[in-house]
């Protein structure tokens, strides 16, 4: 029996809208911001080819992916 090297590391596949860039990050280089309605529901993240600030709106099975895969969440009441 091998060693475990420890838990899998989540990754999310994502694009840039501004270069058109696709590319995985990891749970620590998102934000996931749950509001009181879809325009206040999204997720973002900093476009790591051109440093792009990035927001997107997210639906309740994106929220469900992100949660589960470890993103930092804020709630807003």
């Known amino acids: 029996m091998s060693p475990s090297s420890?838990?899998?590391v989540v990754t999310?596949?994502?694009?840039?809208p501004e270069c058109r860039a696709r590319f995985e990050l990891a749970a620590d280089a998102l934000r996931l911001a749950i509001g009181g309605s879809r325009r206040t529901t999204f997720y973002s993240f900093t476009c790591?080819?051109?440093?792009?600030?990035?927001?997107?709106?997210?639906?309740e099975r994106i929220v469900e992916l992100l949660t589960g895969g470890g993103v930092s969440t804020l709630r807003s009441v």
Do not use: I
């Open 6 to 8: 420890g838990p899998a």
């Open 48 to 59: 790591p080819e051109c440093s792009a600030p990035v927001r997107k709106p997210a639906g």
């Open 12 to 16: 999310f596949k994502a694009a840039c």
